[in-house]
């Protein structure tokens, strides 16, 4: 089965990573992106872990798109 990703999960982790980058990450949107990884794959009846391996893999750091 695929892992669909939504844009709220793509935007959540790019937003995520650029406050990595700038040494700014806040537990806020380390939060955000934890709760809907999780959110998303309850609802997609899928592993959280097969869910966020699937947005590191596609998200902006380096190996991602």
Same mark, same amino acid.
């Given at each position: 089965m695929a ?7 793509? !935007?959540?982790?790019?937003? @995520?990573w =650029? ?6 990450l %806040? ?10 990884? !999780?959110a998303?794959a309850k @609802?997609? =009846?899928?592993?959280r872990?097969?869910?966020? %391996? ?7 750091e380096?190996?991602?798109?």
């Amino acid at each position: 089965m695929a892992i669909e990703l939504t844009d709220e999960l793509i !935007t959540l982790e790019t937003r @995520a990573w =650029e406050e990595i980058q700038a040494g700014a990450l %806040t537990v806020d949107t380390a939060a955000a992106v934890q709760a809907t990884v !999780t959110a998303h794959a309850k @609802a997609s =009846e899928q592993y959280r872990f097969d869910v966020e %391996t699937e947005l590191k893999f596609r998200g902006p750091e380096p190996g991602g798109v």
